[in-house]
């Protein structure tokens, strides 16, 4: 019986749970976890925690702003101050949301370009400035053939 509970917790141990980082993995639909390198996972809590600090970073900086500055002075510069200052004095708890910041953060900046993007007219650009046109297309054009060959040829991804 005891050989028993040997084996199961061997085959318990086989089965490794789904990471970024781990893409061989095999994938148990109810052990699937986003996991950072220090193992930090994204829930509820963490979310909520990382809106709250940053929520909290910039209504401080837009009132030290309003405070200090002269009227008409961008918050932003003074944002990013207290925001690194922040970091460099807890860095242990901004570790700790880390994972969860990054992720909202690249959400929202996804966001922000398909809603800037959404209200542009292709045609209204051409006919206004076809070299920004132009310049734009190469510069996607770049781009794309700049990760597809870095996928093929570096990382070996299927096409």
């Given at each position: 019986?005891?050989?028993?509970n040997?084996?199961?917790?061997?085959?318990?141990?086989?089965?490794?749970?789904?990471?970024?980082?781990?893409?061989?993995?095999?994938?148990?639909?109810?052990?699937?976890?986003?996991?950072?390198?220090?193992?930090?996972?994204?829930?509820?809590?963490?979310?909520?925690?990382?809106?709250?600090?940053?929520?909290?970073?910039?209504?401080?900086?837009?009132?030290?702003?309003?405070?200090?500055?002269?009227?008409?002075?961008?918050?932003?510069?003074?944002?990013?101050?207290?925001?690194?200052a922040?970091?460099?004095t807890?860095?242990?708890?901004f570790?700790?949301?880390?994972?969860?910041?990054?992720?909202?953060?690249?959400?929202?900046?996804?966001?922000?370009?398909?809603?800037?993007?959404?209200?542009?007219?292709?045609?209204?650009v051409?006919?206004?400035?076809?070299?920004?046109?132009?310049?734009?297309?190469?510069?996607?054009?770049?781009?794309?053939?700049?990760?597809?060959?870095?996928?093929?040829?570096?990382?070996?991804l299927?096409?």
């Amino acid at each position: 019986n005891n050989n028993n509970n040997n084996n199961n917790n061997k085959e318990e141990k086989k089965v490794k749970k789904l990471t970024i980082d781990d893409k061989n993995a095999p994938i148990d639909p109810e052990n699937i976890q986003l996991r950072s390198e220090n193992d930090n996972t994204i829930t509820v809590g963490s979310l909520g925690l990382s809106l709250a600090v940053s929520s909290c970073l910039v209504t401080l900086g837009k009132f030290v702003t309003k405070a200090i500055l002269p009227s008409g002075t961008s918050s932003l510069p003074l944002i990013s101050v207290l925001t690194v200052a922040a970091a460099t004095t807890f860095p242990t708890f901004f570790r700790s949301i880390r994972t969860t910041g990054t992720t909202t953060g690249i959400l929202i900046m996804q966001m922000f370009f398909a809603a800037s993007g959404a209200a542009g007219s292709i045609k209204l650009v051409m006919e206004s400035a076809p070299s920004l046109f132009a310049f734009s297309m190469i510069q996607i054009g770049t781009h794309f053939v700049t990760l597809m060959g870095l996928g093929k040829l570096i990382f070996k991804l299927d096409s």
